[in-house]
C-alpha cells in the first residue's frame, strides 16, 4: 500500500521561505511523475509544479522563479522562496495518474 507524508508546512512572512517534503511508502514512487498541489477553503485543488520520474519540472507560471520542485529516492521536495500571502493553502503531494494523495501540510503567508 502506498503512503504520503507531508512536512514543512507553517507560518511565515511574506518573502519568507520553506521547503516541503512528501515521504512515499511503496515501491510505486521511482515509476511514476510526483506532483504538489495547493488548496485553499471553499475552492478547487489546484496545480502547483511536478516533476517526472526523470527529474523534469512544471510549474504553475504563478510560482515560475520562486519554487523549486524535485526528488530524491523516496521523498519529493517543493522549495518555495519569496512567499506571497497568495501562495497560502493546504499542499499535498500527489502520485500523478494515481488515486494516490497525501493528507497535505498547511502553508500561511502573513505579517
Known amino acids: 500500500q502506498v503512503q504520503l507524508v507531508e512536512s514543512g508546512g507553517g507560518l511565515v512572512q511574506p518573502g519568507g521561505s520553506l521547503r516541503l517534503s512528501c515521504v512515499a511508502s511503496?515501491?510505486?514512487?521511482?515509476?511514476?511523475?510526483m506532483a504538489w498541489f495547493r488548496q485553499v477553503q471553499g475552492k478547487q485543488r489546484e496545480l502547483v509544479a511536478v516533476?517526472?520520474?526523470?527529474?523534469g519540472t512544471s510549474y504553475v507560471d504563478s510560482v515560475k522563479g520562486r519554487f523549486t520542485i524535485s526528488r530524491d529516492n523516496a521523498t519529493v521536495y517543493l522549495q518555495m522562496n519569496s512567499l506571497k500571502p497568495e501562495n497560502t493553502g493546504v499542499y499535498s503531494c500527489?502520485?500523478?495518474?494515481?488515486?494516490?494523495w497525501g493528507k497535505g501540510t498547511l502553508v500561511s503567508v502573513s505579517s
Open positions: 516533476v517526472t520520474s526523470g527529474g
Open positions: 511503496g515501491s510505486i514512487f521511482s515509476m511514476y511523475a
Open positions: 500527489h502520485v500523478v495518474g494515481t488515486t494516490y
